[in-house]
């Protein structure tokens, strides 16, 4: 148990022990004239209700210094980053209105579903990735920054999840093709949800090695599949161009890291996607204050010595 103004439990404790040796005094001074007028003194059982009172006067004593206990509290807390695909691909038709506009409603319902405790950044990628909002639990401006995103340019996964390793960390993150792969440091209140078709390029970082670092580094990376394995074609830049999803590629990534791959074949399935969404849990010790049990414990304690005094003397002092 700690205190907050310990110094008025000092005080209360002077003005108790005062009042409890000012009590003992006048029952000496009054048992001494008892037996000197040869009536039989009651003793210190005539004493039970002060003591009630002074029991009570002592419970107020650590009531205002503020009392308070440490205990622990399980909620979803860390860092999350929304990985939004936004390549040429994400225009595609496949599901309705657009593979862009699916990934952006169950983007908006993430966020929405997430308590205070989680700071949310956006990512926005293609063949490489931009931060768009950094990772805060201001959740209004990371809804802000998903519902303006707009479609173009090839895609690379890999350099999707590096990006968002590098948002997570704060500072910037290389990997060599073919080196080690790097130390970033532990961030397991870390989580990156991936919304894309799948479809990788395969320029910059390579999506296996981008993986292995996130791994390393504790964060797990969810996926969420968006599009039709029957695909459609989308016209990028001229060109009529097949597009389909791709949950392979996309369940490779989550399983290497710990995660899990969510398929979301059209806005309507989208529903519930927030919710299965394995956020870790983290256990924090916050205060609980007791100074309102006290005083109930004090209340208690001067009724009852005050019920006593009545029941004895027919009054109350």
Known sequence: MSLSDPLFLAVGLALTAALAWAM?????????????????????????????????????AIAVAGPSASVPVTHASGTVILDMDVSGSMGATDVTPSRLAAEQ??????????PASVDIGVIAFEQGGLTVALASSDHAYAAAAVSRLKVGGGTSLGSAI????SAITRKTISVRAGGPVPDI???????????????DEGEGTDAATAAAVAEKAGVHVDTVGIGTTAGTTVDVDGYHLFTALDPGTLTAIAQATGGSYHPAGATSQ???????????????????????????????????????AILRTGRVI
């Open 105 to 114: 409603t169950v983007a908006l319902s993430f966020i929405k579903a997430q």
């Open 162 to 165: 590096i990006a968002a390793l």
């Open 270 to 308: 989208v529903d519930g996607i927030a919710s299965g969404l394995d956020l870790r849990l983290t256990v924090t010790h916050e205060p609980l204050p007791l100074a309102g049990a006290f005083i109930v414990v004090a209340l208690i304690l001067l009724a009852a010595g005050g019920v006593r």
């Open 24 to 60: 003992i005094a006048a029952a000496r001074r009054r048992q001494r004239a008892l037996a000197g007028a040869g009536i039989a003194a009651q003793g210190r059982a005539g004493l039970g209700g002060s003591w009630l009172a002074i029991g009570g006067l002592l419970a107020l």
């Open 185 to 199: 440091g532990y961030w397991p209140s870390a989580t990156i949800v991936m919304f894309s078709d799948g479809q």
